[in-house]
Structures are given as structure tokens and as C-alpha cells.
């Protein structure tokens, strides 16, 4: 014979007291066990033939939230008819309604009922509509079975339906249909010994008189010596634990954090709220540039405007966009508005935490990062958020070159696991020349969009007194935690689902 868990030999003593035949829950009473132990105990029991399980579905009938309110109110033609009965069995339906004091939006309901039950009848006089009571009705009419179900229903918060008279099947249902009652299967499951059951009992008993702990008690006493100790099963299964641990996307970010460290950068941080002039004018996107529109970028109510730096930036960038200022360039050709520069956002880019920092830090080499949080005023959907996180990383030394840029993201998206990237001209006001970064995924035989990078225009550069090139790039950060992870819809990663967070494993 093989074998009994202490799970196993406790269900079965518990089903000898219960006279051989017992339902889960009247066990899970009886023996202290936890529902799943005996669950599983009553699987491997019945495996082995020492129990039988008999199984029989119920379906439970509850009360909806609208039933509750109809159980203790009344049905709504209820209460219209005794309103009409107490206005004299003839009344138009607002007089009638009002005297119900039934909620308007019942009324549709309520008059159908009135008329399916034969209580009322509902007709047109004078351009009003009226409520006439059955001719052949005595008084009030008596309660009828969904009436009575649901006080019954109230009294007694749930029924079987398997239990329930016959004729009531049908109640149930209209009441189903006018949504006043729920209904929720359930297996219930009985356990009963079989004869090999009960031949294992007093096996079961001789093993129960073995000791499962070696206490300091039977130590000292030397007891020990004396007493059977049982053997420890190694094969049982123990209960399923899921430690703390960090959020699936914070592991990745944490993973970003260690490529840039490795590669010398240090991080920076900024703050979430900008000035225009940060975010837009200082990378000399035009004031009529469309990104800063109310559709793509969040404007602080209150307070509304920001100060703006030292008067020298401000002179230089103002000019720049003007006219080119010593730059080179001809600039946009406007008046620039110093109001429009101070109005607060929300940082559409990290870029303006990166050029934020270079205006104060103008002594090479330069090499930082940020993974931090943006936001975009985007309609939500699977591949749009409006809060989201992107990585930004800026060199700025005497001699580096647009091959420096490609060597270094080659090698943090390495770092990454992406094997392949490839490199295409692209477009930002800000840089010049400017690239796009794209990377093959062979397991789903695609491309991604990594980031946008670029050199910084003398445009950016000269109004802050930066003397050196500067290497910038800048992408999303949910696109690769989507792919690492084998996520397709982009809201799932902040939803908090619990079991996905269980199951994402804490080593990668
Ligand atoms: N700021 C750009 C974006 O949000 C990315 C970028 C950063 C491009 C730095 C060039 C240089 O998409």
C-alpha cells in the first residue's frame, strides 16, 4: 500500500467521523484543512480508489442590486397600482406616478408589467395618457409568485434552483430576464470511503500515532528514544508562495540603468513639469511648431507660467529663433514671444531634462542619461499611452563624430539583446544631421523603432554657450519592455493584472 499525505490520512479520518460520507465544506469544517489540501487530497484518494466522488451541479439564485431594491420597495407596477387604486382605479400616469413616487426611468417598465398582468390598462383621452384599472379587479391585486419569490429571496439570500418547487422555473426566468435576479453554477462535490477506504483506517490510525515534530520537549526528556517518528515525505506538495518582487517594467528600466552605467554614463534626472522653453524653444522647435499644440501636449492649468533662465539664454535663444543670431542660420523668420516660452507642460521629451543640463554644464565630456517618465496627449489605445517612459542619452566631448553616436547605440542596444540595428536619416529641428535607430527582432520577423538621435544644431548648441559637439538620442522605453516580456497591448503593462505579475519571472 502506498503512502497516505497527512492531507489525505486526516480526509479520510474526517469522513470515518462523518459516518463515510461528507461534502468539502462539511470536511474543510470538520478537519481544520484548507480548501485546496483537501481538494487535492480528495484527487489523489480517489486515484488510489479509497473514496468516490460524487459530483452535482447547483445553481444558486441571488438577488440582483435591483432586485434588492425591488424586494424591499416593491415591484414598480406594484406601486403604480396601488397609487392607482388609491387615486379611485382611474388617473392619468404622472398623477399616478407621482403618487407612487416611482422614479421616472421605472415607468416604461412598470406600465408594460401593469399590462401583461392584467392589472391596468393604459389609453389615450384628450391628448393625456391614463391609467384604468381592470374592471374586473376587487381592490389591490394579490401577490403574485415573482413577488413572492423575491421577498422569499430576500429572507433567505440565496436558493437553489435544483431545490425549488417545479413551477417555478419560469419565474425565475422572466425574473432572469428583467435582470432582478442572478444565477451562478457550482459543482458541489461529495466524498464518500469506498471499501478500500475503510481497510486503510486503521493504518491511518497507527500512522497518526507517530510524532510529525521533534520538540526540545522529547530532546530533553530523551523521549526520542522511545517514540516513532515519521518519515518525512519529500514529494508532497507545498503551497504555492509568491514572494514581493519588482514590477515587471521596473526590472527592465533597471536593466537600461546597468547598460548606460557600464558604458560610463551617469544619470540625470529632471523635473517633470517644464517651461515651453525648455521643452520646445530651447531646442529651437518654432513657436507655431504643431507638437506644441493643445492636442499633443498637456499645459498646466494652474499655475500656468514658469520663469525663465538668465537673460543671456533667453536674449540668445530669442534671436536664434528670429533671425539666426550668430548661428549661421537664418532661424524661422518670426518675433519671438518670451510668453509663449514660459507657459508650463508636461515634458513632451527628456530631451529638455538633457539640453536643460548642458546649459549648466558646458565643460567636456559630458556623458549622461535619463529613463524617466513623458507625456503625450494621445488617445489611448494598444499602442498609445499618455504617461510613458523614455530613455535619453546625451555625449557631448572635443571630437566626437556621428560614428561615435552609432558605435555607442550599437552597443547599449546590444546590451539590450538586440542584435541588429540599423540606422536612417531622419528629421528633428533640434539636430542635424539627424537619424533613426531600428532594430530586427528575429523571433516575431520584425523591425522596431528604437529611438530618433542626431547631432545638435549650432541653433541649440551657441545660444548656451556649448562649444562642443553633442551626440543625442532619445526613444521609448514600453516597446522593448513589450517585446522582452511578449506583451502586444501596450495598456496591459501598467494594469496591474496580478496573475501576469506572478508569472513574469524575476530573472531574465
Ligand atoms: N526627443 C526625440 C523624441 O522624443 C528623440 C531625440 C532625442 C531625437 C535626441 C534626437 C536627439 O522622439
Known sequence: MSELRE??????????????????????????????????????????????????RQTIITLSKEGKYYA?????????????????????VKETLREAK????????????????????????????????????????????????????NVEDHLIAEKLEKDLEGT???????????????????????????????????????????????????????????????????????????HPVQEIIQMVREAFLEMGFTEIRGSIVQTAFWNFDALFQPQDHPAREMMDTFYLAQPKEGKLPRKNFVDAVAKTHENG?????????????????????????????????????RKPPVKVFSVDRIYRNERLDYKHLAELYQIEGIIMDRNVTLRDLIGTLKEFYLKLGLKRVEFWPSYFPYTEPSAQATAYVPELKTWIELCGMGIFRPE???????????????????RLVMLKLGVDDIRFLYKNDLGWIRRSPVCR
Open 172 to 246: 425565475i426566468s422572466v425574473l432572469k430576464k428583467r435582470k432582478l435576479v442572478e444565477t451562478d453554477e457550482k459543482t458541489l462535490r461529495e466524498l464518500e470511503l469506498t471499501k478500500v477506504g475503510y481497510a486503510d483506517l486503521p493504518m491511518v490510525l497507527r500512522v497518526k500515532k507517530q510524532i510529525s515534530q521533534l520538540t526540545p520537549e522529547l530532546i530533553i526528556s530523551k523521549k526520542w528514544r522511545k517514540v516513532k517518528l515519521r518519515k518525512f515525505d519529500v514529494t508532497a506538495p507545498g503551497p504555492v508562495v509568491y514572494p514581493g518582487k519588482i
Open 7 to 56: 492531507n489525505e490520512q486526516k480526509t479520510l479520518l474526517t469522513l470515518e467521523k462523518l459516518g463515510g460520507k461528507g461534502h468539502i465544506d462539511q470536511i474543510i469544517e470538520v478537519s481544520g484543512l484548507a480548501h485546496a489540501a483537501v481538494m487535492r487530497a480528495a484527487l489523489s484518494l480517489s486515484t488510489a480508489n479509497r473514496i468516490q466522488v460524487h459530483e452535482t
Open 102 to 153: 416611482l422614479e421616472k426611468k421605472f415607468l416604461t417598465i412598470a406600465l408594460g408589467w401593469l399590462h401583461r398582468k392584467r392589472w391596468a390598462t393604459v389609453e389615450r383621452m384628450d391628448d393625456k395618457r391614463v391609467l384604468l384599472l381592470n374592471p374586473s379587479m376587487r381592490g389591490e391585486p394579490p401577490l403574485e409568485i415573482d413577488e413572492k419569490l423575491l421577498s422569499r429571496l
Open 72 to 92: 424591499k420597495k416593491g415591484l414598480p407596477e406594484r406601486r403604480l397600482i396601488h397609487a392607482l387604486i388609491k387615486l379611485g382605479g382611474a388617473a392619468t
Open 325 to 361: 543670431w550668430i548661428t549661421g542660420s537664418r532661424g524661422w523668420q518670426y518675433k519671438w514671444n518670451p510668453q509663449e516660452a514660459k507657459r508650463l507642460i508636461m515634458r513632451t521629451h527628456t530631451t529638455a531634462v538633457t539640453i536643460h543640463y548642458l546649459a549648466e554644464h
Open 460 to 478: 541649440v548648441v551657441q545660444p548656451f554657450g556649448i562649444k562642443y559637439p553633442v551626440l543625442a538620442w532619445g526613444g521609448g522605453l514600453e
